[in-house]
């Protein structure tokens, strides 16, 4: 839609019952955002929890509000609350966007407040995360320069690291792994479907207070390792190695996976 159809006075504020239309419509709303700013709005898990609660009724679904006007999304925000019972130590995660046509006419702010005064009490459950947002660099995200007014602090910052892979790169990475050797209790394998519920085990104690990362599901991982880009040889995973005593009938190595350390270091997230 053109900018002039999104105004104030044209779109309305409603809280969507969860669809495979709305979330069709959503993913479009999605991807025109993450087109225009180069970066997504919302987390794969955002959406994931999504789809989980359209499929099943056995959790607290997220709460949705948008702001649209003939079927066309001109802003949405999801609130994902914390799973498990664990509202109480474990935040919920709110993300939030307007459409790059509805900008710049204060839809942002007036629906951003619009839905925090829905969530009521509930909000302060929630921690905001906000993508795009590069502080080092001074170049601000429209979300970030909102949470940013609207009073939000930020508490934590998430920094997506990327090598590029020329070439000149891949032979030096080549060179410096050939110029490493683990230990000879350590090897390095594949992912494998025996692997699921150690990865599981390890992760939630690994990012046991993130809000997102610590409170993947066998079901979630399973829709990750099933999607097209997941390739089981760019997963790999280290092992200890236990030589089996000398006996007639023993040959080889056993194997087992590692155990998570007792002391984790705490992710960085990207939260408000």
């Known amino acids: 839609m053109a900018p002039e159809q999104f105004t ?30 180069g970066t997504p709005a919302f987390s794969e898990q955002t959406r994931i929890e999504l789809s ?6 056995d959790a607290v679904p997220p709460r949705v509000f948008v702001l649209e006007r003939a079927g066309y999304l001109a802003a949405a925000l999801v609130a994902v609350p914390a ?39 509930e909000a302060s459950l929630y921690n905001l995360w906000v993508h795009g947002s590069a502080q080092d660099t001074g170049i601000e995200s429209p979300a970030n320069a909102l949470a940013k007014a609207e009073g939000f602090k930020p508490v934590r910052v998430l920094y997506k690291m990327v090598l590029p892979l020329d ?47 610590g409170r993947l599901t066998l079901a979630d991982l399973r829709e990750r390792t099933g999607a097209d880009w997941f390739r089981p040889k760019g997963s790999s995973l280290p092992a200890t190695v236990k030589t089996p005593a000398a006996s007639p009938h023993s040959r080889g190595r056993k194997y087992r996976a590692l155990s998570p350390p007792r002391h984790c270091h705490r992710p960085v997230k990207s939260t408000w």
């Open 8 to 37: 104030p006075e044209a779109v309305s504020f409603t809280q969507p019952v969860l669809s495979d239309e709305f979330l069709a419509r959503f993913d479009d709303f999605a991807a025109t955002v993450q087109a225009h700013d």
């Open 167 to 213: 070439p000149q790169t891949r032979e030096n990475l080549v060179e410096a792994s050939d110029a490493r050797q683990l230990p000879d209790d350590l090897l390095l394998r594949t992912y494998t479907r025996d692997d699921e519920q150690p990865w599981l085990r390890v992760n939630a104690q690994a990012f046991a207070h993130h809000p997102e990362q």
């Open 83 to 121: 799973s498990g019972g664990q509202q109480d130590t474990v935040p919920g995660v709110i993300e939030a966007a307007v459409h790059p046509d509805a900008r710049g006419v204060h839809l942002g702010q007036e629906f951003f407040e619009l839905a925090i005064a829905e969530l009521g009490a």
């Open 52 to 57: 989980k609660a359209l499929a099943t009724h």
